[in-house]
T-cell receptor, first 112, second 113 residues
Framework: QKEVEQDPGPLSVPEGAIVSLNCTYSNSAFQYFMWYRQYSRKGPELLMYTYSSGNKEDGRFTAQVDKSSKYISLFIRDSQPSDSATYLCAMETYNQGGKLIFGQGTELSVKP | DAGVTQSPTHLIKTRGQQVTLRCSPKSGHDTVSWYQQALGQGPQFIFQYYEEEERQRGNFPDRFSGHQFPNYSSELNVNALLLGDSALYLC????????????FGPGTRLLVL
């Protein structure tokens, strides 16, 4: 069993839809949770960063962490064609100092 | 600010050969991490360098080695290449262990024939 599970998709939605992306994990020691966006043939770009449980909002993006269920989510409101990319969740324990464990990534396509 | 830069962008090698990939960190960053991303998969942590020493290592064989120079730039070396080493190799830099400052480069795409 992988430490971090993520549905690879692909996920296709119409422009303006609310997108929900999710990851589950097995290691209860994970404390830091991140979402990255990766465009084709580019490196991952950090979108959201949260510590422990709770919600964080940044513009059209909202990240949620539920440590009791070992489940994290990223919501994208008013999705745009420019949001079409692969979204990667990543996690880290308290003392790993930057050693990120990534999910497989979910490929998202937003159709005009 | 050029961000994290990597060279070369693409590389083709044959089995058994050796390869060296290079990374220049974002200005102000002193820590470099390397990841391997196979097609359709998430990145996997190879190792991390800080103060010219390997600080952490993932589950990769000794064929994978690295180096960090006094200017914080880094190299990833892979010996005795296997077909399975074909992947996108990503370099990420950060300021110390500040994970929220970790920026990724565009990667080097390695194809082993």
């Amino acid at each position: 069993q992988k430490e971090v599970e993520q549905d690879p998709g692909p996920l296709s939605v119409p422009e303006g839809a609310i997108v929900s992306l999710n990851c589950t994990y097995s290691n209860s020691a994970f404390q830091y949770f991140m979402w990255y966006r990766q465009y084709s043939r580019k490196g991952p770009e950090l979108l959201m960063y949260t510590y422990s449980s709770g919600n964080k909002e940044d513009g059209r993006f909202t990240a949620q962490v539920d440590k009791s269920s070992k489940y994290i989510s990223l919501f994208i409101r008013d999705s745009q064609p420019s949001d079409s990319a692969t979204y990667l969740c990543a996690m880290e324990t308290y003392n790993q100092g930057g050693k990120l464990i990534f999910g497989q990534g979910t490929e998202l396509s937003v159709k005009p | 600010d050029a961000g994290v830069t990597q060279s070369p962008t693409h590389l083709i090698k044959t089995r058994g050969q050796q390869v060296t990939l290079r990374c220049s960190p974002k200005s102000g960053h002193d820590t470099v991490s390397w990841y391997q991303q196979a097609l359709g998969q998430g990145p996997q942590f190879i190792f991390q360098y800080y103060e010219e020493e390997e600080r952490q290592r993932g589950n990769f064989p000794d064929r994978f080695s690295g180096h960090q120079f006094p200017n914080y730039s880094s190299e990833l070396n892979v010996n005795a290449l296997l077909l399975g080493d074909s992947a996108l190799y990503l370099c990420a830099s950060s300021w110390g262990t500040r994970r929220e400052t970790q920026y990724f480069g565009p990667g080097t795409r390695l194809l082993v024939l």
